[in-house]
């Protein structure tokens, strides 16, 4: 069949913006969003909606209430997300602090990363279901810097409670650190001072006991563009410390002698979870089958459902978490239009599509 080609109308408060259309073999609609035309829109690739529109509340189209047409399968291009590193320094050259040139501090924070982007590279479907096995969502280390200030190094200055430490110390950082750039995600590294003294040092216990809880903190994601999303992690380095350095020889004799097992220093499962929620709009968490949401510290943390996966790939369109993700991408997994559609909403299409 000669290839037509034909103009849809989408409705935008600022112009209308005409994408077009060929058919290809099977006769579908498959969209061809040209650079040239984005990059002489804005310099983000978004496609600029609504902006009459104080919320998404009023989106009513299939684009927007269909999260189907976002669950990820074999051809979608993996969305690497961008993140920032920021550990906390409790003043300079202090015995406490990570060592941006001890290539062994370098690789603890490497080896979270990349224990996150295993988790999510390889759901375990074999033991809970389903049929995806990779989210095609990644996780990308632009950076990692240092921040010097005492009071922010130690999280039991803002609350005594772990849950309240977790959640303060996110806010603190929000309202009162310097970012110098706004397309990668923050995540601060703190620690807490009774954890180091009592626990790292003396083999004790903190009281109250609840301070040395591993608890973290994230944001859920924001229809509000200009909302920046930030990470809080508490005590994940200080562990690691204690572990590698033999401090932990005399109270778990021998396990920890002269380093305890790799399995104890953890962070991965919690960074992961962490992630999930700047990713996920439905809810706080889930105890489906070992699933990345699962707020219990003894779940693999390894599986996430369809309608996660399909609520997290529609978040980096609609959300502002869109605004940390790469790009520049191609696909073998075209967007397929059947129907005319108005898309009434304010949308960021992540992949390049083309027409294969």
């Known amino acids: 069949m000669k290839n037509q080609i034909m103009f849809i109308n989408m409705k935008f408060s600022l112009s209308f913006m005409m994408i077009l259309f060929t058919y290809i073999s099977n006769s579908s609609l498959s969209a061809q969003i040209f650079d040239e035309y984005f990059d002489s829109l804005d310099s983000t690739h978004y496609l600029i909606g609504d902006t009459s529109r104080s919320n998404n509340c009023s989106n009513t ?106 959640l303060n110390g996110r806010n603190h950082f929000l309202n009162n650190y310097s970012f110098t750039r706004n397309d990668a995600i923050y995540v601060f590294w703190t620690e807490s001072e009774c954890w180091y003294n009592e626990v790292v040092l003396n083999g004790s216990t903190c009281s109250p006991s609840t301070l040395p809880k591993m608890i ?96 997290f790939h529609r978040a980096t369109s609609l959300l502002n978490v869109r605004n940390y993700v790469n790009c520049n991408y191609s696909s073998n997994d075209p967007l397929t239009v059947n129907t005319s559609e108005n898309w009434d909403l304010d949308i960021n299409i992540v992949q390049r599509y083309y027409n294969q």
């Open 216 to 311: 973290s903190a994230s944001m859920q994601p924001s229809i509000n563009m200009s909302n920046r999303i930030v990470v809080h992690m508490r005590n994940y380095f200080t562990m690691w410390s204690a572990m590698h350095n033999g401090y932990f020889c005399d109270t778990y004799t021998p396990l920890c002698c002269p380093v305890c097992p790799p399995s104890w220093i953890g962070g991965g499962a919690q960074l992961a979870h962490e992630f999930g929620h700047f990713l996920w709009s439905d809810g706080v968490h889930t105890t489906t089958c070992n699933n990345i949401m699962d707020d219990h510290f003894a779940t693999l943390h390894n599986y996430l459902t369809t309608n996660q996966l399909s609520s």
């Open 61 to 166: 189209c299939d684009m927007f209430s269909n999260r189907s047409r976002y669950t990820p399968n074999t051809n979608t291009a993996i969305k690497e997300i961008k993140v920032i590193f920021v550990v906390v320094q409790y003043s300079v050259n202090d015995k406490r602090n990570f060592d941006i040139n001890d290539n062994q501090h370098v690789q603890h924070f490497n080896n979270m990363l990349s224990d996150v982007n295993y988790r999510f590279s390889n759901l375990d479907i074999a033991s809970c279901g389903g049929t995806i096995i990779d989210s095609k969502i990644r996780f990308v280390l632009e950076d990692i810097i240092t921040y010097t200030d005492s009071y922010s190094w130690n999280n039991d200055n803002y609350d005594t409670s772990a849950i309240y430490s977790a």
